[in-house]
Structure formats: structure tokens, C-alpha cells
């Protein structure tokens, strides 16, 4: 490869401020669909960035449909929507809405490109988390694989946790919300236990593997977003769900 070769190259991968609109489609769950209309906020040929009203989370799978200048795609060079697959690789959460104070927090997300088509995985399970592999080709794609597509198993309490769970009943209200955007399901409850990373709370919430809820705590001041990993009913007949959180850690600094 020649050295003007190498700059071209290098050049391609610059981001470019271009704040095309964007068409963003999230199967949230096999069950929930949703679809947002936003603005990038840059691109390259590989990968893109910009902001969502609603949660995700990185490794999750999403579909972007935008009018990307010819140089900057790798197929679909006469359609006039170009359309890719791409695999959320950063989620940043940005201050709410002024005077909105039920919406979601906006996220900054980034996201690398996979191609036309999605793994067949992604087709039975749309909660299917993937990681980013190096391009196959010169063409710039990004293939993924999936060492974290399998469900995570309930962990007992006493088998030894990443992030130390403390077993303590933390005030908490889940709001669960609809393909618009909107609070549909709201209950006050308390965790189980809780770490930095997650918590198991008490529920009557039937709520599918894969969505994401605000938890929102009075007595620690602070609202996180959650992806739900498993419901399981547990010794006492008390439903559970196990919640990983997403956007923030939980401030448990300086609670035994």
C-alpha cells in the first residue's frame, strides 16, 4: 500500500460533522418496537454518532435508515435512503428535557456499522448483546460475534458477586415505558439487594427480558435507567426482577 493510500484511508475514518437526520428502529424486545427520528451529530464510513430520547445499552443491535453521501457508504450507492445495521457501541446519558420531568434522559450513543443484514440470532432474539470484531473485508463493515448472548443465570447470594451486593431494602419506583416514549406501568417497591452495577427488587411487574425501566430512588436522590435481565419468583412466592443499570452506577459509597 502506497503512503497516499494510507492517507486516504486514515482520512476515511475522520469523523464528519454532518447533522443528517437519521431514522432509528429498536426492537426493544421481541414483544416492543420502537422508532425515533433524531440528527447525527457525525459519521464515517464505519460508524456514527447521535443522540436518542430512550435508553439503550452498548452491544445492543439497532437499524438506521439516513440520505448518507455517496463517499461515505460501503453499498446502496443509487438509493436514496442508505440503510445499515449498527452495533451501539457508547451510551452517554445527557441532562433531561427542561421541564419535562417525566421523560427519559436523553443518551449520546456511537455506534459502529454492520452491514445490510443482521445475524440470524438477532432474528429469534432481539435482546441479543453482541461485540464488535475487526472488519472482514476493505470494504469497512464491521462483523460482530456473540459472547454475550446468552441469558445471565440468577446468581444465589452467597456465591461470590463481581461488585459486592448489599443486603438492604432500598426505596425504589419502576416506570416501565411504552413504544412512545410514555409511563405505562409505575409501582413503589424495595430491592432485595443492590450493588453498584444492579439490584434484585420485589415486583408484581410483568415485564419482558430486554426492556428498560427508570428506578428511581427518594431517599438516595437519584434516577437510573435498567435493563431487565431475568424475573423469577423466588422462595417466599415473591416475584423478582434482576436489573443491571445502564447509564449510571448506583451511589452505594459508604453504605455496609
Excluded at 108 to 125: I, M, N, Q
Excluded at 131 to 143: H, K, L, N, Q
Excluded at 148 to 176: K, L
Excluded at 224 to 252: K, N, Y
Amino acid at each position: 500500500m502506497t503512503s497516499t493510500d494510507t492517507g486516504k484511508s486514515k482520512r476515511a475514518r475522520e469523523r464528519i460533522s454532518l447533522q443528517l437526520p437519521v431514522r432509528v428502529k429498536c426492537r426493544e424486545t421481541t414483544e416492543l418496537e420502537w422508532v425515533e427520528i433524531t440528527r447525527l451529530l457525525d459519521v464515517t464510513p464505519f460508524g456514527a454518532r447521535f443522540a436518542l430520547p430512550r435508553p439503550t445499552e452498548e452491544g445492543r443491535l439497532l437499524h438506521l435508515s439516513m440520505p448518507l453521501p455517496r463517499p461515505l457508504r460501503c453499498y446502496d450507492y443509487t438509493e436514496e435512503q442508505y440503510g445499515t445495521w449498527a452495533l451501539v457501541r457508547r451510551v452517554k446519558a445527557l441532562p433531561p428535557p427542561a421541564n419535562t420531568p417525566d421523560a427519559l434522559p436523553r443518551f449520546e450513543v456511537g455506534v459502529a456499522f454492520t452491514g445490510k443484514h443482521p445475524p440470524t440470532s438477532y432474528l429469534r432474539d432481539p435482546t441479543t448483546r453482541y461485540m464488535v470484531a475487526p472488519p472482514a473485508s476493505t470494504e469497512g463493515i464491521w462483523s460482530i460475534n456473540e459472547p454475550q448472548s446468552a441469558p445471565r443465570r440468577y446468581v444465589p447470594p452467597d456465591e461470590p458477586r463481581p461488585d459486592t451486593r448489599v443486603q438492604m431494602p432500598v426505596d425504589m419506583i419502576i416506570e416501565v415505558f411504552d413504544a412512545a416514549g410514555k409511563v405505562v406501568m409505575r409501582e413503589e417497591t424495595v430491592t432485595e439487594n443492590i450493588s453498584r452495577r444492579g439490584a434484585a427488587v420485589f415486583s408484581g411487574l410483568t415485564i419482558e427480558r430486554g426492556r428498560f425501566v427508570r428506578l428511581t430512588s427518594r431517599s438516595f436522590g437519584i434516577s437510573v435507567v435498567a435493563a431487565v435481565r431475568s424475573r423469577r419468583l423466588g422462595a417466599d412466592s415473591i416475584p423478582r426482577l434482576h436489573l443491571e443499570f445502564v447509564d449510571r452506577q448506583f451511589p452505594l459509597e459508604g453504605v455496609d
